[in-house]
């Protein structure tokens, strides 16, 4: 299995550009997770989904939405980027229950 | 409300040494906690986890935790440093919110170990 794979590692992006960030994993794991980690701040969640074609927000979800067409796939979209969201976005799965989540490598943007 | 605290933003340990890294919690109900690590540039990887049992947990790469309900603590702990081991540790208590639960994060602690 490849685990979590997120593209792209590393973007930048300008002040009202939009891009998504992509997310899939081959483990079919229902639950699928959004965060973002800042320095000093640990991880933040942003959106999450319990399954395809179910998603709810997190603890930061303004600025960005999400979709689950797929058990799979798990795109994070940035519409207006800011320089707030600079960050680094890291898409995590788990199976069922109380068990680990695993995390893909991430993606460093940064908005100018 | 749950939250999960990580006291130390930094611990400095000599190789060879005995490490710990504090964590410590709040949470309504059986706690569900978490240990993971991060090297520098990539993802965060699974250590361990206490769900229920055993104090003591044992883990990943010689790491070990101890669950401490009266203390609301899940300190991690390895009894010999190696300096590979440098890199940001993230506890993290897992919890029910709606039909879903989710992991919350503390905001970690570097720990360097020097030779």
């Known amino acids: 299995n490849a685990g979590v794979t997120q593209t792209p590692k590393f973007r930048i992006l300008k002040i009202g550009q939009s891009m998504t960030l992509q997310c899939t994993q081959d483990m079919n794991h229902n639950y699928m997770y959004w965060y973002r980690q800042d320095p000093g701040m640990g991880l933040k969640l942003i959106y999450y989904s319990v399954g395809a074609g179910i998603t709810d927000k997190g603890e930061v979800p303004n600025g960005y939405n999400v979709s689950r067409s797929t058990t799979e796939d798990f795109p994070l979209r940035l519409e207006l980027a800011a320089p707030s969201q600079t960050s680094v976005y890291f898409c995590?799965?788990?199976?069922?229950?109380?068990?680990?989540?695993?995390f893909g490598p991430g993606t460093r943007l940064t908005v100018t | 409300a749950q939250s999960v605290a990580q006291p130390e933003d930094q611990v400095n340990v000599a190789e060879g040494n005995p490490l710990t890294v504090k964590c410590t919690y709040s949470v309504s109900g059986n706690p569900y906690l978490f240990w993971y690590v991060q090297y520098p540039n990539r993802g965060l990887q699974f250590l361990l986890k206490y769900i229920t049992g055993d104090n003591l947990v044992k883990g990943s790469y010689g790491f070990e935790a101890e669950f401490n309900k009266s203390q609301t603590s899940f300190h991690l702990k390895k009894p010999s440093a190696l300096v590979s081991d440098s890199a940001l540790y993230f506890c993290?208590?897992?919890?029910?919110?709606?039909?879903?639960?989710?992991?919350?994060f503390g905001k970690g602690t570097k720990l360097s170990v020097k030779p």
């Open positions: 995590a799965s788990i199976g069922t229950g109380v068990n680990e989540q695993y």
């Open positions: 993290a208590v897992y919890f029910y919110g709606g039909s879903q639960g989710n992991l919350i």
